[in-house]
């Protein structure tokens, strides 16, 4: 079992649509990253967080410490949030350990 | 501030050629990290520095890697004797004394094609 899991791998949604990205870890963590990589490879940061909800524009990003888990949320969505967006957990080891990813797709 | 950067963005290379990336991570920056990313999956760790130390190396590096960052700053990864299988993605990210692992910059990778 991966240390970190995502859900769905796969997403579709019309433009406008509200979308949710899950993911789960089992191991005990100090920070959970959400991130987004376009195609072409560049990864860039979307949030850092330990605790609560965070947000910014159309993104929230929630974690649950007690249950490992956590939310990306867009609302709004629109085709240039057309990403993968993976969630990474920073443990007790001095790296990120990642999910696979979530491919979304947004159509217009 | 450009960020962290990395070259080249795509190396095309026959098996068992020998291979060289470079990453220059954000000025100040103390921590660098690369990953290594295959199709469809998320990044994996491969090794990280703290300015010029190499403090931890994955199992997946094996002995025909190679990284460095002799005076704390870029940092180079080499490939030895390239097999199919090194064909990736190939990320730096750095981080700073104050945010550490917490935080960290990632560039724009390179692509590495083993044909």
């Known amino acids: 079992k991966n240390e970190v899991e995502q859900s769905p791998q796969n997403l579709t949604a019309q433009e406008g649509e509200f979308i949710t990205i899950n993911c789960s870890y089992s191991?005990?963590?100090?920070?959970l990253h959400w991130l987004q990589q376009h195609p072409g490879g560049g990864i860039v940061s979307l949030f850092m967080?330990?605790?609560g909800k965070k947000k910014h524009g159309r993104l929230i990003a929630t974690i649950n410490i007690q249950e490992k888990h956590s939310s990306l949320h867009i609302t709004a969505s629109h085709p240039r949030d057309s990403a993968v967006y993976i969630c990474?957990?920073?443990?007790?080891?001095?790296?990120?350990?990642f999910g696979s990813g979530t491919q979304l797709t947004v159509l217009p | 501030d450009t960020g962290v950067s990395q070259n080249p963005r795509h190396k095309i290379t026959k098996r068992g050629q020998n291979v060289t990336f470079r990453c220059d991570p954000i000025?100040?920056?103390?921590?660098l990290y690369w990953y290594r990313q295959t199709l469809g999956q998320g990044p994996e760790f491969l090794t990280y520095?703290?300015?010029?130390?190499?403090?931890?190396k994955s199992r997946l590096l094996s002995d025909r890697f190679s990284a460095e960052r002799p005076k704390g700053s870029f940092s180079t990864l080499e490939i030895q004797r390239t097999e199919q299988g090194d064909s990736a993605m190939y990320l730096c990210?750095?981080?700073?004394?104050?945010?550490?692992?917490?935080?960290?910059?990632f560039g724009p990778g390179t692509r590495l094609t083993v044909t």
């Open positions: 990210a750095s981080s700073s004394p104050t945010s550490g692992i917490y935080e960290q910059y």
């Open positions: 191991v005990g963590i100090s920070a």
């Open positions: 967080l330990s605790s």
């Open positions: 990474a957990v920073a443990g007790s080891a001095r790296q990120l350990t």
């Open positions: 000025s100040e920056h103390n921590r």
């Open positions: 520095f703290q300015n010029e130390a190499q403090l931890e």
